[in-house]
């Protein structure tokens, strides 16, 4: 399986930016399907949501829409490292993040710890 450990949160003021990292194990990406997703305080892990996602074939990525324009999702293959960098951040941003990898072939999925988040207004 593949290990995933998220970094990069904090506690920030609104309006203001972090860029999380992923470090994967994965030495290929063309067979996997990558995102990012968040659990709001209060929520269960069945309620975390997808925030941003980019395929390891092909690059192409999606936002939801509550982050289009803030977020930006990229994989740094000589790294072996998978971003989110978060721009103009507001209260309701704040979450535990958790970096996923879905095998395409097998989906077998692989979820990291989580960083935490925290926007104050």
């Known amino acids: 399986q593949v290990q995933l450990v998220e970094s990069g949160g904090g506690l920030v003021q609104a309006g203001g930016s972090l860029r999380l990292s992923c470090a994967t194990s994965?030495?290929?990406?063309?067979?996997?399907?990558m995102g990012w997703y968040r659990q709001p305080p209060g929520k269960d892990r069945e309620e975390r949501e997808l925030v941003a996602s980019i395929m390891g074939r092909g690059g192409g990525t999606g936002y939801a829409d509550s982050v289009k324009g803030r977020f930006t999702v990229n994989l740094d293959t000589a790294k072996n490292a998978l971003y989110l960098k978060m721009n103009n951040l507001a209260p309701e941003d704040t979450a535990i993040y958790y970096c996923?990898?879905?095998?395409?072939?097998?989906?077998?999925?692989?979820w990291g710890r989580g960083t935490q988040v925290v926007i104050s207004s």
């Open positions: 996923r990898f879905e095998a395409t072939t097998t989906r077998v999925v692989c």
């Open positions: 994965a030495r290929t990406f063309s067979n996997y399907e």
